[in-house]
């Protein structure tokens, strides 16, 4: 347990923890993407610190770009209702697309998102998630890199918000007593 301004954070993973699993997945990305047009497409904001120290473990070429979407407005739970708040600069066709996102939870929102990718003819789209629960799933998404597995509590940290604070934790933690 640790505190951050004066709220009490219960830590899942530590900042050690977190840096080891990027690397992790940087060098698996990295052998799966050899030789081929890589594009990380960050979906913002919650994955942004993610999306940063993963890009730096892929020993590879590489294109960035940047996606807004939300389904949630202020509070903790999904609205149901997916919107593509800002979008890529840069046409997608024939890449191979590398979605990095936080967390997938109800998987609505990344269901939708990966439809819409795939409808701008890209030569491939997978998905990188930091975060999976389960226990909340709505739909199937299929995550084909894969932070951590975490129990059904609001999550925080690195990236990760509660009303747009403590997403600069260096690590992965729940508020306790919100």
């Known amino acids: ?7 009490k954070v219960r830590v899942l993973y530590d900042e050690a923890a977190v840096r080891a699993r990027v690397r992790e997945l940087g060098a698996q990305i990295t052998r799966d993407y050899t030789d081929k047009d890589l594009v990380l497409l960050c979906v913002l904001k919650g994955s942004v610190f993610f999306f940063t120290d993963l890009a730096r473990a892929i020993d590879l070429p590489l294109t960035l770009e940047f996606l807004g979407v939300s389904s949630y407005q202020s509070g903790t739970e999904t609205t149901g209702e997916v919107r593509i708040t800002s979008d890529v600069s840069k046409p997608l066709a024939g890449k191979h697309v590398l979605v990095v996102e936080d967390i997938i939870d109800t998987g609505l929102t990344m269901q939708f998102l990966l439809e819409n990718l795939k409808a701008r003819h890209p030569a491939s789209v997978k998905l990188c998630a930091l975060l999976e629960k389960p226990a909340r799933a709505r739909t199937q998404v299929g995550i084909d890199y ?20 403590y997403r600069n934790l260096p690590f992965i933690g729940v508020v306790q007593g919100k």
């Open 1 to 7: 347990m640790t505190t951050f301004h004066g709220k």
């Open 146 to 165: 894969k932070g951590f597995v975490v129990e059904d509590v609001f999550i925080v940290g690195y990236g990760l918000d509660y009303a747009e604070q």
